[in-house]
């Protein structure tokens, strides 16, 4: 503010009442069909094809409002349709055509359990066991996992040698052995321990199982079958549900089960399809691209959370207001004008009605006696004494004082050709240079 010469304060001071008259005639500036628009240079024939462009685009999004509308009203979601959203149910329907089989019939139970991931867990623990004990049944008989093997195993631990072999301890522990196997019973000591070591396994993974039962049984329901339930399927849902949540789209219950059993109305839940989505998404950056539009200022949110309603009701306001673009240039360019001089203030103030354009212009040269006061106060620091002094106030004093030095030049300048007057002889001046005198002493003494 301080390095603008008077002729900058005057050209501004002109700009201030043009915005003022700009202000006047668009309203409301955010509201205005090209609020936010940062290219200044398109022609009439770019606004032609935006106008074209535009038009055609507001009918896609009132269909794309109208599916996803529909599509939110099956699965129980209260939001206005933003393409962010779409993409939430376009990932939500790619989610649930990869469902297990009857996922339905476990829906309620997953979702009532305290703890997604103790369930996963559980689910996990009752796989291992099911898988381990389903490849071992062709080996032990099913009373094996009950019986009590630690005496079993300290017996044929024992055999290390031929003569340990022939002991009563070992034989009877092998005895024992082959009371819970299916098959014969191996020869060689090692694969006899093996055997009860394999078995001792299994026993604890079932111990692992039976804690989690309880869970499970609940979770299960009516396709409980104790340790011959489904429990892979289990895991399987379990995991698919997981990661349903994960997409962060709202759905009950009962929607859910609907969509997955075929209850839903298919006319109805029929969310856009990616292709749609993606040429939209194209369609839309083109126009925006083409105006350097700022989303943020124009709508307040970034461009995939601003509902379509209003990209609806800009793209309609682009293709019937086109002409409005000049108005707009022209507001804009007298913004930047402003901010690149520190005003940015000062225009909120005449956009808010605070300030009349020339109320802003007295204060536009306020700001620079400041700013040049600022600048002396910093070179000449006793001037800082002076800051008790309203600005208004000092602004009048500089004037007075600027008044009166004036007065005192004139009045020095009037005695010192008084004086040359006064002291002229005659005989040494010519009748010009007295008239002169006369006339410049009597200009000065008028003044």
């Known amino acids: 503010m301080a390095d603008l010469s008077a002729e900058d304060v005057d050209t501004l001071r002109k700009e201030l009442h043009r915005y003022g008259d700009l202000l006047s005639e668009m309203g409301e500036v955010r509201k205005h069909p090209f609020a936010g628009t940062q290219e200044l240079n398109l022609q009439p024939t770019d606004l032609e094809r935006l106008k074209r462009d535009a038009g055609l685009l507001e009918q896609k999004v009132s269909d794309l409002r109208q599916k996803i509308t529909q599509a939110t009203d099956v699965v129980g979601i209260e939001q206005s349709p933003t393409l962010a959203l779409a993409d939430k149910l376009l990932q939500l329907s790619a989610h649930l055509s990869q469902a297990p089989t009857n996922a339905a019939l476990l829906i309620d139970g997953i979702s009532a359990a305290p703890s997604i991931d103790n369930l996963e867990y559980a689910a996990q623990k009752a796989v291992v066991f099911s898988s381990s004990w389903k490849d071992a049944q062709e080996k032990y008989v099913d009373a094996a996992l009950a019986h009590e093997i630690a005496l079993v195993r300290s017996g044929i631990s024992a055999g290390t040698s031929f003569w340990s072999r022939l002991g009563g301890k070992y034989r009877n522990s092998s005895k024992e052995l082959s009371t819970l196997l299916k098959t014969s019973l191996p020869k060689a000591q090692n694969e006899r321990l093996a055997l009860v070591d ?22 299960l329901r009516d396709s409980w079958r104790g340790e011959e339930s489904d429990f892979q399927w289990l895991s ?13 789209a709202p759905i009950t219950n009962a929607s859910l089960k609907a969509i997955l059993t075929g209850s839903a109305d298919p006319n109805s839940w029929a969310p856009p399809q990616k292709s749609e989505l993606d040429s939209f998404k194209s369609e839309l950056k083109n126009i925006l691209s083409k ?3 700022n989303v943020e200022y124009r709508f307040g949110a970034k461009a995939l959370e601003v509902y379509l309603e209003q990209y609806q009701q800009f793209l309609k306001s682009i ?9 707009w240039r022209d507001y804009y360019r007298l913004h930047t004008l402003f901010a690149k001089h520190s005003l940015r203030s000062l225009l909120k103030r005449i956009e808010k009605s605070e ?3 020339a109320e802003a212009e007295t204060e536009l040269r306020y700001a620079r006696a400041e700013a040049q006061w600022r ?20 602004v009048q004093a500089f004037r007075e004082l600027e008044s009166n030095r004036i007065v005192e030049i004139r009045e020095a300048v009037r005695l010192k050709h008084l004086s040359k007057f006064r002291e002229a002889r005659l005989e040494r001046c010519n009748i010009y240079e007295v008239n002169l005198l006369v006339s410049e002493d009597t200009n000065l003494s008028a003044s």
Do not use: M
């Open 375 to 394: 600048i002396c106060t910093s070179k000449l620091p006793k001037l800082a004494e002076l800051q008790d002094i309203s600005r208004h106030d000092l």
């Open 355 to 357: 300030l009349s354009p």
């Open 198 to 219: 394999e078995l001792a396994d299994l026993q604890k993974k079932q111990s692992n199982f039976s804690e989690q039962s309880t869970l499970l049984r609940e979770v």
């Open 236 to 248: 399987n849902v379990i995991g698919w549900y997981k990661r349903l949540k994960s997409i962060d």
């Open 319 to 327: 293709a019937e207001q086109s002409g409005q673009y000049d108005q």
């Open 291 to 293: 105006l350097k539009l």
